[in-house]
């Protein structure tokens, strides 16, 4: 309703400044309302005009609304109430602006002068268990970066993969102690977990393996040529592993996106240089650090440094976090840079962003955003594990989502057989994954259920795939095609068709609401209110029966519903499959 907020206040003007109020000191008022019900589309609170006017928040309103109703005609009608002027568009307005809906494929959703943005997701950790925290992760940085760029940014995935560092040293030996054309064959790692694990039992109990882990530490820096080439294997056996969870998942991250920790690691002395030039570098037992002073101080009420470089001459998480910086600003060229990781990570990134904009690595034009999240947990409220107690297997969480999905089709529409049926089962299955994780506020913490993702009611990814495939359906009765209704004329005859065609309005604007603020679940909440008004609305009008006028309106009407649907989850990387 942000259209009838734009054309509304140009025309409230001249009544409004005749009145006495000043302009620029009521325009601001004006916006969406926020109460249902039908009884206005956008309101205007007159209490702060109260004091300048001297009058009652109600008096004020009751003239504004009388004032302002001629100008406003034939787009809304006006009436006031406790303080509130209130505007309901007019059923002309609506139908004018749903028409022009109708030959748009962009639903209304508008482009946004370009910027760069780096967007930094997925980054699991190489010879470790992607966790479901990457899952988290995967899921929403796809998302968004799926909106940014419908909304026209040059976006720049980075998936910044821990694959450097001192564990290195022992994973490498762990490796030759198996035996390299073991681990490295086709069998690969079944399980990196037991893989790590075993690797830091050694490194604990066995004081030669220590040795030969910290030497191998010393030849993985000066960058030895057959140690990059085991640890390449450990690379490959690890990405090879990301890349199949990546398109049972079906994101967009592909092995050019991978810029992990070690890419970096030829910037780190340059992250050094720069912060010892600008004088933010200190020496502290040994280490190399910056204090940033402020609030950063530790439970005794000491100041708390960002470790730079440890006393062993090693470099840190957040030394490589800030020579990316660097490289997404100077090299790439970024306006905007995007972590999405989980909160627990929020204190290193706020350090990091912190010391960049000191130092200048960043500057006033630059939008360093940490897009976190919270974790995941089961039906108890624990972090969420396998039976066995493990880290749940991304792999077999996947799998399982797809044959439970399958296994519910199954019931509700045995038609469905073969390689549609497997299809389906794979959209529905993954759809519902990823979408009870976008459809839950990402700052909070999430419950893992199967039982509710998968169910067709409710806001989950089945009863809007179904909403979707219903309207399918309907087409492929109707003998109509779907695009000979751009010439349709909209008709808002009953209260159902009227509240359908004000959700599919306010389609672009809850795109925008969600980018706003990285917000995937906006989206997801505007999409079950149409889905559910589409409910309503199929459930009273009758769309294949009427005279033509109204069966090309109810038609056009099922129409931009299907392509909202499909256009808003395809936004969440979620697929639609036409039949279910
Ligand atoms: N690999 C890290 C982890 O698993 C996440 C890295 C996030 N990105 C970054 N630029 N720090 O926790």
């Known amino acids: 309703?942000?259209?009838?907020?734009?054309?509304?206040?140009?025309?409230?003007?001249?009544?409004?400044?005749?009145?006495?109020?000043?302009?620029?000191?009521?325009?601001?008022?004006?916006?969406?309302?926020?109460?249902?019900?039908?009884?206005?589309?956008?309101?205007?609170?007159?209490?702060?005009?109260?004091?300048?006017?001297?009058?009652?928040?109600?008096?004020?309103?009751?003239?504004?609304?009388?004032?302002?109703?001629?100008?406003?005609?034939?787009?809304?009608?006006?009436?006031?109430?406790?303080?509130?002027?209130?505007?309901?568009?007019?059923?002309?307005?609506?139908?004018?602006?749903?028409?022009?809906?109708?030959?748009?494929?962009?639903?209304?959703?508008?482009?946004?002068?370009?910027?760069?943005?780096?967007?930094?997701?997925?980054?699991p950790n190489v010879a470790k268990e992607m966790h479901v925290g990457h899952l988290r992760s995967t899921v929403i940085g796809d998302a968004i970066v799926r909106m940014l760029e419908f909304k026209g940014h040059r976006v720049i995935k980075e998936n910044?993969?821990?694959?450097?560092?001192?564990?290195?040293?022992?994973?490498?030996?762990?490796?030759l102690d198996l035996g390299e054309s073991e681990v490295a064959g086709e069998k690969g790692i079944s399980d990196f977990d037991q893989f790590y694990k075993q690797a830091r039992h050694k490194f604990d109990e066995d004081q030669d393996f220590a040795e030969r882990s910290r030497?191998?530490?010393?030849?993985?820096?000066?960058?030895?040529?057959?140690?990059?080439?085991?640890?390449?294997?450990?690379?490959?056996?690890s990405t090879r592993y990301f890349n199949e969870v990546y398109s049972m998942l079906g994101v967009l991250l592909t092995d050019d996106d991978l810029m992990g920790e070690s890419a970096y690691r030829h910037i780190l002395p340059n992250v050094v240089a720069?912060?010892?030039?600008?004088?933010?570098?200190?020496?502290?037992?040994?280490?190399?650090?910056?204090?940033?002073?402020?609030k950063w101080v530790n439970r005794e009420g000491d100041p708390f440094p960002v470790m730079i470089r440890k006393a062993d001459g090693g470099?840190?998480?957040?030394?490589?976090?800030?020579?990316?910086?660097?490289?997404?600003?100077?090299?790439?060229?970024?306006?905007?840079?995007?972590?999405?990781v989980g909160t627990p990570q929020k204190q290193h990134f706020e350090m990091v962003f912190e010391v960049a904009s000191n130092a200048g690595f960043i500057d006033q034009s630059n939008r360093a955003i940490h897009v976190n999240f919270g974790s995941v947990l089961d039906s108890d409220g624990q972090m969420l594990k396998s039976r066995k107690?493990?880290?749940?297997?991304?792999?077999?969480?996947?799998?399982?989502?797809?044959?439970?999905?399958?296994?519910?089709?199954?019931?509700?529409?045995?038609?469905?057989?073969?390689?549609?049926?497997?299809?389906?089962a794979k959209m529905i299955g993954i759809g519902a994954v990823k979408y009870s994780d976008l459809s839950s506020d990402r700052t909070k913490d999430y419950v893992f259920d199967w039982d509710r993702m998968l169910s067709f009611e409710g806001n989950t990814a089945p009863y809007l795939q179904y909403s979707h495939a219903r309207i399918c359906s309907i087409f492929s009765r109707s003998g109509v095609s779907r695009n000979s209704l751009t010439d349709s004329r909209i008709i808002l005859a009953t209260p159902e068709e009227r509240a359908l065609a004000r959700e599919l309005l306010g389609f672009s604007q809850a795109v925008d609401y969600s980018i706003e603020g990285l917000y995937p679940h906006r989206l997801?909440?505007?999409?079950?209110?149409?889905?559910?008004?589409?409910?309503?609305?199929?459930?009273?009008?009758?769309?294949?029966?009427?005279?033509?006028?109204?069966?090309?309106?109810?038609?056009?009407?099922?129409?931009m519903t299907a392509r909202s649907l499909s256009l808003g989850l395809g936004l969440l990387g979620i697929e639609t499959p036409e039949r279910m």
């Open 1 to 123: 309703m942000r259209d009838l907020v734009s054309e509304a206040i140009p025309r409230m003007a001249s009544p409004i400044h005749s009145m006495g109020i000043e302009e620029g000191s009521w325009e601001e008022l004006v916006k969406p309302s926020t109460v249902g019900g039908g009884m206005a589309d956008v309101a205007m609170p007159c209490h702060s005009l109260a004091p300048i006017m001297k009058k009652s928040p109600s008096e004020i309103a009751d003239n504004i609304a009388s004032a302002v109703s001629d100008s406003l005609e034939g787009i809304a009608t006006v009436s006031s109430l406790n303080g509130f002027v209130n505007l309901l568009a007019t059923d002309t307005w609506l139908s004018s602006k749903v028409e022009a809906l109708i030959r748009d494929p962009r639903m209304g959703i508008s482009l946004e002068d370009s910027r760069t943005i780096a967007v930094d997701y997925s980054a």
């Open 160 to 175: 910044h993969v821990g694959d450097w560092g001192t564990p290195f040293g022992m994973l490498i030996e762990h490796l």
């Open 215 to 237: 030497s191998r530490v010393v030849k993985l820096q000066s960058e030895d040529n057959e140690t990059l080439r085991l640890w390449q294997i450990l690379v490959d056996i």
């Open 274 to 294: 720069r912060l010892s030039e600008c004088g933010m570098l200190e020496n502290s037992d040994g280490a190399e650090v910056v204090f940033l002073g402020g």
């Open 315 to 340: 470099y840190n998480y957040s030394t490589s976090d800030l020579a990316c910086i660097i490289d997404r600003v100077e090299r790439l060229g970024c306006d905007d840079l995007l972590y999405v």
């Open 389 to 424: 107690g493990q880290n749940v297997k991304l792999v077999d969480l996947l799998r399982e989502a797809i044959v439970r999905a399958d296994s519910s089709i199954s019931e509700k529409n045995p038609e469905l057989t073969g390689s549609e049926r497997e299809e389906v």
């Open 524 to 559: 997801c909440t505007h999409l079950h209110s149409v889905s559910s008004s589409f409910a309503s609305f199929y459930e009273v009008c009758h769309v294949l029966d009427g005279d033509d006028a109204v069966k090309s309106s109810r038609l056009a009407l099922c129409d």
